[in-house]
Structures are given as structure tokens and as C-alpha cells.
């Protein structure tokens, strides 16, 4: 079912003055940026070994990447999990009773099914599951 980890998703203020840190201090280079605007998110992905680096920008003053900011400043806000078959992962949490902030999956960058796991039901982390053709 679960992959691998797919992404880490890091909450911040402005993708642009962030990349210039992970471009020049450590060396990860970013393949492109992104707006998915029914999230009210600007993504730029740095790809790192099977895994990758997610920037997260709010595009809104109320985005939740901006609440997230707000109350907990900049940080990891998620970890993507990746999973072959995104309704038959909903479906086996579901049933071991984890708590789904995404009932069905939902579109995400890069073309990504995406659904999130409530964190009271995860121990405090906000996981992601994430399926890519």
C-alpha cells in the first residue's frame, strides 16, 4: 500500500527568498513552481534522491498555508506518503478508523490524487497520501 515517502511539505513565506537557501547553501536544484488555486497554495518541487522537498506558499492572506504560518511559523506542515491506489488506501483507513480530512482524493500539484489524514488520528502529524501515474 504505502510506497514510500513521496514529498515533505515545508510551510513558507515566500518560495523565491526560501529557494535561494536550498539552491545555493545546500545545493537542490527546483524543477518548477505551481499554483493549484482551489488550495490558495503556490508549490515549488526540489527533488531529492526518490523523494522530494514541497515549498509551500499561501497565495491568500486566509490560505491555509497562511493559518498554518500564523500559529506555527514557518516549518514542515505535512509528510506525503506514496500509495499506489489512493482509493484503496482511503478505504483501509477508513475502515481501521483514521479520522479523513479528504473523504475522496482531491487534485494536487503536479497532477497528484491527493487526500490528507486528520492528525488527532496520526499523533499529531498531518499526513498526506499521494498517487502519481
Known sequence: MIQKIDHIGIAVKSIDDVLKFYRDTLGI?????????DQHVKTAFLPLGQSEIELLES??????????????????QHIALRVDDIEDALNDM???????????????????????LHP???????????ERN
Open 94 to 116: 477508513r475502515e481501521k478508523g483514521v479520522r479523513l480530512i479528504d473523504e475522496k482524493p482531491r487534485l494536487g500539484a503536479g497532477g497528484a490524487r491527493i487526500a490528507f
Open 120 to 130: 488527532k488520528s496520526t499523533h499529531g502529524v498531518l499526513l498526506e497520501l499521494c
Open 59 to 76: 497565495t491568500t492572506e486566509d490560505g491555509t498555508i497562511a493559518k498554518f504560518i500564523e500559529k506555527n511559523g514557518e516549518g514542515i
Open 29 to 37: 536544484e527546483c524543477k518548477g513552481t505551481e499554483v493549484v488555486e
